[in-house]
């Protein structure tokens, strides 16, 4: 079964042209959605047809940018195509899985998605390092500071308050102001 997918990113768009180009290839089911491309969990009917497709169906966009917005999000649409046994194939680029020129072009998409996620990586690490550099500190913001903490304990030696209102004082979790006694009487044995 041929089974095709338009979508335009907003309401005022028409997805007359695509309807018309996928049921002029034979697709008997076609599924339609106005919505942005950004995401794939956010487009419904794209996730509707490929749970409909079945294994010897063939999948078909007219154009990649109407099923994913990036070579990764089209890796994925692809691998979950693979594992139905779907082939893939976009009509104006030419892009069809059930020939090897066209499962290569998608092994080359994939190193491409592989190149930047390592590019990206790469980028952010050297932002990390310039940050660090200038001072920036990395991390949560601590909850409680050692000034707190010798006022817990104060109020723990008193006696007049549980370990759990003590923690509702400070505004922190029970397990955090015991951690950090624990912590600040084993800084002060050591």
Same mark, same amino acid.
């Given at each position: 079964m041929k089974v095709g997918y338009a979508r335009v990113s907003s309401i005022g768009q028409n997805l007359n042209s695509q309807i018309e $180009? %996928?049921?002029a290839i034979g697709c008997e089911k076609i599924f339609t959605e +106005?919505?942005?491309? +950004?995401?794939?969990?956010?487009?419904?009917?794209?996730?509707? $047809? %490929?749970d409909f497709v079945r294994s010897g169906d /063939? @999948? #078909?966009? /007219?154009?990649?940018?109407?099923?994913?917005?990036?070579?990764?999000?089209?890796h994925q649409i692809i691998d979950t195509l693979n594992e139905k046994?779907?082939? @893939? +194939? $976009? !009509?104006?680029?030419?892009?069809d899985t059930s020939s090897s020129s066209g499962r290569l072009m998608i092994g080359l998409l994939s190193i491409v998605s592989a190149f930047e996620t390592d590019l990206r990586a790469e980028r952010q690490a050297d932002g990390i390092k310039s940050a660090q550099k200038r001072g920036v500190k990395f991390g949560a913001v601590r909850v409680f500071d050692?000034?707190?903490t010798i +006022? $817990? #304990?104060?109020?723990?030696?008193?006696? /007049?308050? !549980?370990?759990?209102? #003590?923690?509702?004082? @400070?505004k922190i979790g029970k397990s955090t102001l015991l951690r950090y006694i624990?912590?600040?009487n084993n800084k002060c044995s050591a």
């Open positions: $180009a %996928l049921e +106005k919505k942005s491309g +950004k995401k794939s969990n956010n487009r419904e009917q794209l996730n509707e $047809a %490929l /063939t @999948f #078909i966009v /007219t154009r990649l940018d109407r099923c994913s917005r990036s070579v990764k999000d089209l046994d779907v082939d @893939f +194939k $976009a !009509t104006e680029q030419e892009l050692e000034e707190r +006022k $817990a #304990i104060e109020l723990q030696k008193q006696g /007049t308050m !549980t370990n759990q209102q #003590i923690a509702d004082e @400070f624990s912590n600040y």
